[in-house]
C-alpha cells in the first residue's frame, strides 16, 4: 500500500514525537514547518524544516500532498486559523493535534490526530486564564449548579470537579438531562443530582437547608429566541420568577457567592428571551444582598450549545441538505463553552458583589462565513446556503454593552459595565404586575424601556 505523504507544522517537541509515531503507520514525512526564523533552513533527523512561504514555493510546483499536520498544541485559535486559510488548498487534507489542555501524553500523538473543526478555527484560548484564582475560589467549596445539564450548566459542573469542589449538587427540571451528566462524571466529589424546577421555591428552600451551599451558579433559563417567542408567560416565569426565587433563596440561606448566567441578547433587547434577562440583571443588581455577594457574567454564543447554529449546521450536512441562514449580514459572538465557563469562575472569583462582569468575545462572525467555513471542511461541494429571513425577536447583531462605559478589571478578558438603578421596592411592584398583565409584551417594557420588540421580518 502506498504510504501518503505530509508536511508536519510544527518542530517543537510535539512535532518531533509525532514523527516518531508517524514511522510505524505508513506514512512519509516529507518536510517540518515552522515560525521560528532561528530552526528554518536546518533538519531535524535530516528532514528539512522550512518556512511558510518556502514551502508555499514548492507546493506551487509540486504535486498535492496528502496530509497538513498543524502540531502545534499550545497555538492560539488565530494561527490555527491562519496556517487554515493559508495552506489547505494544497492539501487532500488537514489534521490538528489536540490542545495542551486534552492532549494526552500516555497515548501516540498519531492516534490523537482530529479533523479539523469550526471551533479549532474559533477558539479564542484567553491568555489571562488565571487557574490559580478559580482554584482558590472552587478548591473545597460546596456549589449548586442550576441547569446543570444543560450546555452551559454541565461544563460548569466539569469545571468544579477539575478545581476539585468539595460537594456539587445539580439542580435541573429535565430527568433525562440530569441523568446525561451523572452518568457521564467519575469522581470521588460527591455530586447530588436534585431533580426540581427553579421555579418551586419550596423545594428550593429544601434543598438550600439540607445541603448549605457557599456558592450559587444560576445557569437554568430558557434561551431558544424562537421557542421563547412561542411561550412567552412561561418564559417569564422560568427566566424571571426561577432567578429571583434563586436568589432570594441564596440571600435567606448566607450563600456566600452567587453567579447569574445572562447574554448579550440583554443588551437593548428584541426579543421576549433577552428582556427577560435583563430583568434578572435588574434584579441581581439592586436586590438587599445582605451577607451574598451577588454577581452577574454576560457573554454571547457558546459553540455547540443545544439549539445554536453549529449542532444544527452539521446535522443538515450529515443528511446533505442546503444549510439555512436567516440572513445574509446576521453576526453573533462565539466561544467554545469550556473558555466561556472558566472565564465565569474567573469573574465569580474576583466579584466583590453587585457587578455585571462582560467576557470578551473577540470579533463578531457573520454566520454565512461559518457555514461556508462548514461546508468547506465537510468537503460536500453540493451543499448550498440557503436564506430563510429573520425571525421573530431576532437582530442582525448583537451587543455586549448598553454604553460605553465598561471597567477594566486586571484581567483584559473581563470587563464590568456600570450598574443600572432600580428600586428594588418598584422592581418586585412591576414583576408581580408582569405576571398579572393581559399584555406582557407591554409590561415587559415598562420594565426593560430599551425593549423593542421584532416581528417577523
Request: hydrophobic share 40%.
Amino acid at each position: 500500500m502506498k504510504s501518503k505523504n505530509v508536511i508536519i507544522y510544527g518542530a517543537g517537541e510535539a512535532g518531533h514525537q509525532l514523527k516518531k509515531d508517524l514511522k510505524t503507520r505508513n506514512f512519509t514525512v516529507n518536510y517540518f514547518i515552522d515560525d521560528n526564523k532561528a530552526i528554518q533552513d536546518t533538519c531535524i533527523d535530516t528532514l528539512p524544516i522550512l518556512s511558510k512561504e518556502k514551502l508555499i514555493t514548492k507546493l506551487d510546483k509540486e504535486e498535492k500532498f496528502d496530509l497538513l499536520i498543524i502540531a502545534i498544541p499550545s497555538a492560539p485559535k488565530s494561527v490555527i486559523t491562519s496556517i487554515y486559510n493559508t495552506l489547505s488548498k494544497y492539501f487532500k487534507d488537514v489534521k490538528v493535534l489536540p490542545s495542551l489542555d486534552t492532549i494526552l501524553h500516555h497515548e501516540l500523538f498519531s492516534t490523537q490526530l482530529k479533523d479539523i473543526s469550526v471551533a479549532d478555527l474559533l477558539a479564542r484560548h484567553p491568555k489571562d486564564l488565571d487557574k490559580a484564582k478559580i482554584s482558590s475560589f472552587i478548591d473545597n467549596k460546596v456549589i449548586l449548579i442550576t441547569g446543570a445539564g444543560g450546555s452551559i450548566g454541565s461544563e460548569i459542573v466539569r469545571q468544579c470537579i477539575r478545581f476539585n469542589a468539595k460537594k456539587i449538587i445539580l439542580i435541573d427540571h429535565s430527568e433525562y438531562n440530569l441523568y446525561q451528566i451523572i452518568e457521564e462524571i467519575d469522581t470521588q466529589i460527591e455530586i447530588i443530582p436534585v431533580m426540581l424546577s427553579v421555579v418551586n421555591k419550596v423545594l428550593l428552600q429544601k434543598t438550600f437547608i439540607l445541603h448549605r451551599p457557599q456558592i450559587v451558579i444560576h445557569a437554568a433559563a430558557y434561551k431558544h429566541v424562537p421557542m421563547v417567542e412561542l411561550n412567552i408567560e412561561g418564559a417569564i416565569i422560568n427566566n424571571v420568577i426561577g432567578t429571583k426565587n434563586c436568589i432570594d433563596v441564596s440571600i435567606a440561606n448566607k450563600v456566600e457567592k452567587f453567579i447569574l448566567i445572562s447574554t448579550d441578547k440583554a443588551v437593548r433587547p428584541s426579543n421576549v428571551m433577552g428582556a427577560t434577562k435583563r430583568i434578572c440583571e435588574l434584579y441581581a443588581q439592586n436586590v438587599k444582598n445582605h451577607d451574598t455577594d451577588i454577581v452577574a457574567v454576560r457573554f454571547g454564543n457558546v459553540l455547540g450549545s443545544s439549539g445554536s447554529v453549529i449542532p444544527k449546521f452539521k446535522s443538515q450536512i450529515a443528511q446533505g441538505l442546503d444549510l439555512t441562514v436567516t440572513h445574509p449580514d446576521i453576526t453573533r459572538y462565539f466561544m467554545l463553552i469550556p473558555e466561556a465557563c472558566e472565564l465565569v469562575l474567573q469573574a465569580g472569583a474576583i466579584g466583590l458583589g453587585g457587578e455585571l462582569f462582560i467576557l470578551d468575545m473577540g470579533a463578531p462572525i457573520k454566520i454565512v462565513d461559518l457555514a461556508k467555513k462548514m461546508i468547506e471542511l465537510s468537503g460536500n461541494n453540493t451543499i448550498h446556503i440557503k436564506f430563510t429571513g429573520l425571525r421573530t425577536g431576532e437582530k442582525l447583531y448583537e451587543e455586549l454593552l448598553i454604553n460605553d462605559d465598561n471597567i477594566n478589571t486586571e484581567y483584559d478578558s473581563i470587563t464590568i459595565t456600570k450598574p443600572t438603578y432600580y428600586p428594588i421596592a418598584q422592581l418586585n411592584h412591576d414583576i408581580e404586575s408582569l405576571l398579572q398583565s393581559d399584555n406582557m409584551l407591554k409590561s415587559l417594557k415598562k420594565i426593560v424601556i430599551e425593549f423593542e420588540h421584532k416581528e417577523n421580518i
